[in-house]
């Protein structure tokens, strides 16, 4: 079964600095890859996807992600954090169950973002 | 954005009682999912709809039913609401490639006391 792990439950950085949040990922086959942001009371936004070909995706807001088959991971990055930018991420892994039309949508638990002045 | 939406945006409702959420899309997006969001799990499926009349479960399904008669509609039901359902529930739609995003209504704040 495919399964999400983002080890940190909580990041802080400071505005101006670069930022890295990690994300693992279980599954057999070249998984979709995605990561969405989600501020306080709102619902969630895509920031990025992988599905194929090169493997460092540029997103939205300056955010890009790298996905690595070696070790499962596909993690965000972003090199100058804004105070803007403070706001809950996830990980998400998509995959065909037995190759047809039934598609799992499978997010991680997420990643808090503080970021200070 | 998407067409996506959640009914209604706040309930409360009593323990034993059955709820029913509905989630209106206005895309043709064939897949549509149902999530709940509690503090420290994240984003947690509940059930998901690959077609009509097609569905499956998620990882805590226990408690909840849906139903998808149309491509717009997809119910989720609590049968008995119980306070550990007391969430946020958020309703997610993609369209049939699958490379492609999901995309998100604003949610559901279901309080059962």
């Known amino acids: 079964a495919q399964s999400v792990t983002q080890p940190d439950i909580h990041i802080t950085v400071s505005e101006g600095a670069s930022l890295e949040l990690r994300c693992n990922y279980s599954y057999g086959a070249t998984p979709y890859l995605f990561w969405y942001v989600q501020s306080p009371g709102q619902g969630l936004q895509l920031l990025l996807k992988y599905f194929s070909g090169d493997t460092l995706v540029q997103g939205i807001k300056g955010f890009e992600a790298e996905f690595k088959r070696s070790q499962s991971s596909f993690n965000l990055r972003k090199p100058s954090v804004h105070w803007s930018d403070a706001a809950e991420y996830f990980c998400a892994v998509g995959a065909s169950l037995g190759g047809g039309s039934n598609y799992k949508l499978t997010f991680g638990k997420g990643t808090l973002l503080t970021v200070n002045p | 954005d998407a067409g996506i939406t959640q009914s209604p945006r706040h309930k409360v409702t009593e323990t034993g009682t059955p709820v029913t959420l509905r989630c209106h899309q206005t895309e043709n997006h064939r897949y549509m999912y149902w999530y709940r969001q509690d503090p420290g799990h994240g984003l947690r499926l509940i059930h998901y709809?690959?077609?009509?009349?097609?569905?499956d479960k998620g990882e805590v399904s226990d408690g909840y039913s849906v139903s998808r008669s149309k491509t717009e509609d997809f119910l989720l039901t609590l049968e008995s609401a119980t306070s550990s359902q007391t969430s946020v529930y958020f309703c997610a739609t993609k369209f049939r490639d699958l490379w492609t995003e999901a995309f998100f209504g604003q949610g559901t704040r279901l309080t059962v006391v």
């Open positions: 709809s690959y077609g009509v009349k097609d569905t």
